[in-house]
C-alpha cells in the first residue's frame, strides 16, 4: 500500500536550518509530482513546496520562497526539503504527499509527518 515516511524534523533557533526527508512506497514514485505540506497548530494543512517527476521543475509558496528547496531521488523513492533561515511561522508537523489540487492530495494515506519547531 501507499507509504510516507517523513524523518529530518527537529527544533532549532530563528536562522537555523533542517533537513527534511520522505520515504515514498506502493507506487511508481518516478511517475508522480511530489509536494511538502505543513500543519501548524490549530490550522489547516497547506502545501509548501512542490516538484515535478524528473526534478527540474520546481514550485514553492510565497511564505517559503528562497529559503526552502525541495530535491527527489528517484532511484531511492525519497523526497526532500531543505530548509534554512527558518522562522517561528515555520513551527509545524511536515508531510510529503502527491499533490492534487491547492492544497488536497492524491492519496488519502499520510505519514506520521516530522515535527519542526523554531524557537529562541
Known amino acids: 500500500q501507499v507509504q510516507f515516511v517523513e524523518s529530518g524534523g527537529g527544533s532549532v533557533r530563528p536562522g537555523g536550518s533542517l533537513r527534511l526527508s520522505c520515504d515514498v512506497s506502493?507506487?511508481?514514485?518516478?511517475?508522480?509530482?511530489m509536494s511538502w505540506y505543513r500543519q501548524a497548530p490549530g490550522k489547516e494543512r497547506k502545501r509548501v513546496a512542490t516538484?515535478?517527476?524528473?526534478?527540474?521543475?520546481?514550485a514553492y509558496a510565497d511564505s517559503v520562497k528562497g529559503r526552502f528547496t525541495i530535491s527527489r531521488d528517484n532511484a531511492k523513492n525519497t523526497v526532500d526539503l531543505q530548509m534554512s533561515s527558518l522562522e517561528p511561522d515555520d513551527t509545524a508537523v511536515y508531510y510529503c504527499?502527491?499533490?492534487?489540487?491547492?492544497?488536497?492530495?492524491?492519496?488519502?494515506?499520510w505519514g506520521q509527518g516530522t515535527q519542526v519547531t523554531v524557537s529562541s
Open positions: 506502493g507506487f511508481i514514485f518516478s511517475n508522480y509530482i
Open positions: 516538484i515535478d517527476p524528473t526534478g527540474r521543475i520546481t
Open positions: 504527499n502527491v499533490p492534487l489540487g491547492d492544497n488536497g492530495s492524491l492519496f488519502d494515506s
